[in-house]
């Protein structure tokens, strides 16, 4: 078990590629930090882990908005809470899904692009 008392946070973990890196690290040993947007979806994902786990607190779940400073903040209370320490960030939170396009994006979008991908 090559994560064997680490604690890794993964963002964006309520699907796709950060789901699947949480659910390996987790097989691997890993106590996770689950954080996304999408609470319902990161409760799942963090259930379906501790309930195909050795350990029912394998992995943390918690909502987390990455563009808010204190969100993240709570994010990494959690972690070295239930870790003592952090030893790896995933962070695949991010994208946007509905790009107009350079001429047609507003201010507003397009800073919205940049807090959710570069903050």
Sequence with gaps: MRFENKTVIVTG???GLARSAARQLAAEGATLV????????????AAEINESSDSLERAMPIKV?????????AMVDLAMETGGKID????????????PGLIDTTEDEWQSIIDTNLK
């Design 13 to 15: 973990a309520a699907r």
């Design 65 to 73: 908005d990455v563009t808010s400073k204190e969100m993240i903040n």
């Design 34 to 45: 689950l954080a996304d947007l999408d609470e319902a979806g990161v409760k799942s994902v």
């Design 88 to 99: 790896a960030i995933i962070n695949c939170a991010g994208g946007y899904h509905s790009y």
